[in-house]
């Protein structure tokens, strides 16, 4: 009998006879059954999505949203016995494109199916689950080379594509300083006194107190863990854990990824951002699928989402290098 290894590269590419065709055989496959268990190891997993402001497409048609992005207005001096002076802004828009589709498939030959036990379900459904979060939350932090007067279609692996207006670094006093590609050394770690000039950042582009969040590598919360402020009991503030998040600090919910990009020599580019810094928009969430192969006496499942991404306010988010 030929491997798995075989024919995983025709297993998609024949079409199969329907899921109905051995009903017995995959009855521990149910897409209904399956689709919960992703969904939930999917949401246990991912960190950055509830973070961000979200839009759903679920059962619209079309490929692009079209958001309206209003310019602020200005309040000026009411004059006597003059008409009142009217803010004539010409409001610009953010069109995202519903262009992101990942998927996670697995072959499951029916000896494996009638011989494995439950735990193999378990796995595939955990597996998926978190490949699809860690993907998701990949691409929204790739959106950071966009903050300030950046691009976000720059390449996010690429150091000089965080270099920009709101990327900054250490600037070897414990301050902040504008990031500069291939300078960041091993020393260069967080301090108090960065976190709050991020936070002034933030406030200097009247950007709102609530709703900011600032996600870390690894590496920082180690780094963290050692200053008094940032394990104080106000930090942890009681709550209770929720996915990634450390505590609290100054108002801004701080929360650990290992999905921030590696640029340069092992510099993570670590993102303080408000909400509405990023969008969201979900055309298809979690689903998952079955086909019987029967020319393989396999089936095919296949877990995936549709979704599009983009920087919605590009003032509200800012970017500390380190390594």
């Known amino acids: 009998m030929a491997g798995f290894d075989a024919i995983t590269g025709q297993a998609t590419s024949i079409p199969g006879v329907g899921s109905g065709a051995n009903t017995g055989t995959v009855a521990t496959f149910i897409p209904e059954l399956w689709s919960d268990e992703v969904r939930a190891v999917y949401e246990n997993s991912i ?35 003059t008409a009142v002076v009217l ?10 494109n519903i262009n992101q589709h990942y998927q996670y498939s697995r072959m499951i030959e029916d000896i494996a199916s009638v011989q494995a036990l439950s735990s193999l ?34 390449n996010p692996a690429t150091a000089a594509s965080w270099v920009h207006s709101a990327s900054y670094q250490n600037d070897g006093d ?12 091993a020393a260069d770690v967080i301090t108090d ?17 609530t709703g900011r969040s600032f996600v870390v590598a690894p590496s920082q919360v180690n780094v963290m863990r050692g200053i008094d402020r940032f394990v104080s009991s106000d930090f942890v503030n ?9 505590g609290t600090l100054y108002g801004v919910d701080i929360y650990m990824s290992t999905n921030l990009p590696t640029i340069d020599t092992d510099v993570r580019p670590n993102m303080m951002f408000h909400k509405d ?23 095919l499942y296949t877990a995936d989402r549709l979704y599009g991404k983009k920087v919605f306010r590009a003032e509200a988010g800012v970017v500390l290098c380190t390594k």
């Open 277 to 299: 810094a990023l969008i969201l928009a979900e055309q298809v969430g979690i689903r998952s699928q079955t086909q019987y192969m029967q020319e393989h006496l396999s089936t």
């Open 174 to 185: 414990g301050g902040l300083a504008a990031y500069v590609a291939a300078s960041v050394v």
């Open 47 to 81: 960190v950055t999505a509830p973070l961000v402001k979200k839009m759903s497409m679920k059962g619209k048609k079309g490929d692009t949203i079209h958001v309206p992005a209003p310019l602020r207005g200005t309040a000026v001096a009411k004059v006597a016995d």
């Open 193 to 209: 006194k960065m976190f709050r000039g991020l936070i002034q950042v933030l406030d200097d582009s009247n950007n709102p107190m």
């Open 121 to 154: 379900r378990r796995f595939y459904t955990e597996d998926a689950g978190y490949a699809l979060a860690r993907q998701v939350d990949t691409a929204l932090l790739n959106l950071g080379v966009g903050f300030g007067d950046g691009d976000e279609t720059d």
């Open 87 to 96: 803010n004539t802004t010409t409001e610009g828009e953010v069109i995202i």
């Open 238 to 246: 009681g709550n209770g854990v929720e996915t990634g998040k450390l």
